[in-house]
């Protein structure tokens, strides 16, 4: 009888220690607004604040951050968000992940995500971007102690999905033909939503790409997919726009949209990554991955990217470890 009362104590009281553990969670700002679409996105703020309504402090015990956000038309999108440390001046989530806007992580879902592995004290603001349109989003910012992620964390396997047809703006070509890396740029943006609004002005300190004509049908979509780090030239300043793509090229591109950019860097990264895993997706199995891609082929890609689950992230700790997964309710599709 003794033994047993000596268990249950144990078990009340390792309840109520992970009852403090959860209940440890402080609020710090709201999340209320609406938010423009990436590059830049909006920074969260405390409207009721003038001065500063942005940051938020951790408690010298906290090394987290919650962030949790609904969007008020319940309609589905990626998000990406950063994470700036204003005492130390940096942001968290610089990087050079290929897919991501700069200074920011994702794609994340409404939800929950976590920045962890953060410093007690020290005062944050958080920064989120749509993956395009305005949205409108409630939620909240707290601050917890919780365990970082040691390494960046993938699923096991991964998931390609049933091809449908995917849109292909004004683009009509022959089987056979080859897609030039402009229309390939105008391809996978035309796989979103068109804007309701113009949202964003794109500008560039330096724009990267001397071979890009300032009236440029395609310079819209080169742009935004620049501002993404969807693309990045063949060097030397040059896009090459007019260049048939080849098919990894064209997997490599459709990657990093997904979300799947640092899953094939994990992979072996260029050029073996980005294959191997356009191959579990299912969008490419043939054996001439330099040969331009033909239009039969890349509709293939296409249709496939359509309805894939994007890869999407759910922590990320300031060593710049994060945890993945596939969102199934994250698709091209689901967008349209």
Request: proline letters at 6%; hydrophobic letters at 35%.
């Amino acid at each position: 009888m003794k033994k047993t009362i000596k268990r249950l104590s144990a078990l009340t009281l390792s309840s109520m220690l992970l009852f403090s553990v959860a209940q440890a969670e402080t609020f710090k700002l709201p999340i209320e607004g609406t938010f423009q679409n990436q590059p830049q996105g909006n920074v969260a703020r405390d409207k009721t604040k003038t001065v500063n309504g942005s940051h938020f402090t951790l408690n010298d015990d906290e090394n987290s951050v919650i962030v949790r956000f609904q969007p008020e038309d319940g309609g589905k999108m990626e998000y990406y968000i950063s994470l700036y440390d204003n005492t130390e001046q940096r942001y968290i989530t610089a990087g050079d992940m290929p897919g991501l806007p700069e200074n920011m992580v994702g794609p994340i879902s409404s939800g929950e995500f976590k920045f962890t592995g953060l410093t007690g004290g020290n005062s944050y603001s958080v920064r989120i971007a749509t993956a395009i349109n305005y949205a409108s989003l409630k939620g909240e910012v707290c601050g917890d102690r919780l365990e970082a992620a040691a390494d960046s964390v993938f699923p096991s396997s991964i998931t390609g999905a049933v091809s449908a047809a995917a849109r292909t703006p004004n683009l009509i070509k022959a089987p056979g033909d080859t897609v030039s890396r402009a229309d390939m740029c105008v391809l996978i943006r035309g796989l979103l939503p068109p804007k309701k609004q113009s949202v964003q002005i794109l500008s560039f300190e330096e724009y990267p790409f001397t071979d890009i004509p300032e009236d440029a049908s395609f310079k819209d979509a080169v742009d935004e997919l620049i501002g993404l780090k969807v693309i990045n030239g063949v060097g030397d300043g040059k896009f090459m726009p007019e260049e048939a793509v080849t098919n990894v090229q064209a997997v490599k591109m459709l990657v990093c949209s997904l979300g799947y950019g640092g899953y094939a860097e994990n992979l072996g990264g260029w050029p073996r990554g980005y294959l191997a895993c356009g191959r579990e997706l299912g969008l490419y199995g043939g054996d001439a991955p330099d040969s331009p891609a033909l239009w039969q082929d890349v509709q293939k890609m296409l249709d496939t990217a359509y309805n894939l689950p994007h890869m999407c992230m759910s922590e990320y700790s300031a060593a710049g470890k994060a945890v993945f997964y596939q969102a199934p309710d994250i698709t091209y599709a689901a967008f349209n």
